[in-house]
């Protein structure tokens, strides 16, 4: 209860996050870890250098990110965390590096090429639920991943 | 991120979440996720721990096979530090969250000139 606790604590409206009692959709994998490939989508706010940052006002855009990207290139603008060590090694919010050292140690098969980063704490749940989840899921489907991996903040 | 796990893994595609706020996953209930009490920011580590980050995301990726129930949340046995003292300290140092607007926040201003310099973006998906 730490988060519901702190918001009150600051006087803000509780956020209220969606609550789902049924049992969530359900895919087996359908085969073993070693030959899958995996995408990666995290919510830090991570961008490319290069690219537009988010802007701080229930930005539900999405940023397209290489995965070959060198790690000293990715930037994070979001507005509800501290971002120092994210600054200092984005891998703590979008984890490149420990996805590259498992697909080398064939622990997985593949990193996908393509992963997808936005900035979390987006207000709507309507707009995640309609617009940004389906976008999501139908670039991941494209990109043919057999597991996708979330990292939220 | 929860309603994405939800609707990648309804498409047709597992999913696995590593998260630090139990209560946000428990009530958002996505399909399988792996829980790190590390304070916000930290979802998959420590800076500059690679070791310890691939560890992380390694048993994060291990629930697709170790969870077999809808919903259900591993916990990972990681501590942040030898005590509990930065939750104290999250919750007293308030509310550290941006003002809101909506010109692109960059982390540095170099970052915006290359922006600039780049024109569209197609990476860039504005929804």
Same mark, same amino acid.
Not at chain 1, 56 to 72: A, G, Q, W, Y
Not at chain 2, 58 to 75: H, I, N, R, S, Y
């Given at each position: 209860?730490?988060?519901?606790?702190?918001?009150?604590?600051?006087?803000?409206?509780?956020?209220?996050?969606?609550?789902?009692?049924?049992?969530?959709?359900?895919?087996?994998?359908?085969?073993?870890?070693?030959?899958?490939?995996?995408?990666?989508?995290?919510?830090?706010?991570?961008?490319?250098?290069?690219?537009?940052?988010?802007?701080?006002?229930?930005?539900?855009?999405?940023?397209?990110?290489?995965?070959?990207?060198?790690?000293?290139?990715?930037?994070?603008?979001?507005?509800?965390?501290?971002?120092?060590?994210?600054?200092?090694?984005?891998?703590?919010?979008? %984890?490149?590096?420990?996805?590259?050292?498992?697909?080398?140690?064939?622990?997985?098969?593949?990193?996908?090429?393509?992963?997808?980063?936005?900035?979390?704490?987006?207000?709507?749940?309507?707009?995640?639920?309609?617009?940004?989840?389906?976008?999501?899921?139908?670039?991941?489907?494209?990109?043919?991943?057999?597991?996708?991996?979330?990292? %939220?903040? | 991120?929860?309603?994405?796990?939800?609707?990648?893994?309804?498409?047709?595609?597992?999913?696995?979440?590593?998260?630090?706020?139990?209560?946000?996953?428990?009530?958002?209930?996505?399909?399988?996720?792996?829980?790190?009490?590390?304070?916000?920011?930290?979802?998959?580590?420590?800076?500059?721990?690679?070791?310890?980050?691939?560890?992380?995301?390694?048993? &994060?990726? &291990?629930?697709?096979?170790?969870?077999?129930?809808?919903?259900?949340?591993?916990?990972?046995?990681?501590?942040?530090?030898?005590?509990?003292?930065?939750?104290?300290?999250?919750?007293?140092?308030?509310?550290?969250?941006?003002?809101?607007?909506?010109?692109?926040?960059?982390?540095?201003?170099?970052?915006?000139?290359? &922006?600039?310099?780049?024109?569209?973006?197609?990476?860039?998906?504005?929804?």
């Amino acid at each position: 209860m730490r988060t519901r606790d702190l918001y009150s604590s600051l006087g803000h409206d509780p956020y209220r996050w969606v609550r789902n009692d049924d049992s969530p959709p359900w895919t087996e994998l359908v085969k073993p870890l070693r030959e899958c490939r995996v995408g990666l989508v995290g919510s830090g706010g991570v961008y490319r250098a290069g690219q537009v940052a988010f802007h701080h006002r229930d930005d539900s855009s999405l940023r397209v990110i290489d995965t070959s990207v060198p790690v000293s290139e990715l930037r994070t603008s979001h507005f509800a965390y501290d971002q120092t060590d994210a600054r200092t090694d984005p891998n703590v919010v979008f %984890p490149l590096d420990a996805l590259h050292a498992l697909a080398a140690e064939g622990v997985i098969g593949e990193l996908s090429s393509r992963a997808y980063a936005f900035m979390g704490g987006i207000y709507s749940a309507r707009r995640v639920r309609d617009v940004l989840a389906p976008e999501i899921s139908r670039r991941l489907a494209e990109d043919q991943v057999d597991l996708a991996l979330l990292v %939220p903040v | 991120m929860g309603l994405i796990a939800r609707r990648v893994e309804a498409d047709g595609i597992p999913t696995t979440s590593l998260t630090s706020a139990l209560s946000i996953t428990r009530s958002v209930n996505p399909p399988r996720a792996a829980f790190l009490d590390y304070p916000l920011g930290h979802t998959a580590g420590k800076a500059k721990d690679p070791v310890l980050q691939r560890e992380i995301v390694a048993a &994060a990726l &291990a629930t697709v096979d170790e969870l077999e129930q809808p919903g259900a949340v591993k916990m990972l046995p990681h501590h942040w530090s030898r005590d509990d003292d930065w939750k104290r300290e999250a919750m007293l140092n308030g509310d550290t969250r941006s003002h809101r607007s909506s010109s692109p926040e960059y982390q540095c201003e170099a970052d915006r000139a290359l &922006a600039a310099a780049a024109g569209d973006c197609p990476t860039c998906i504005f929804l």
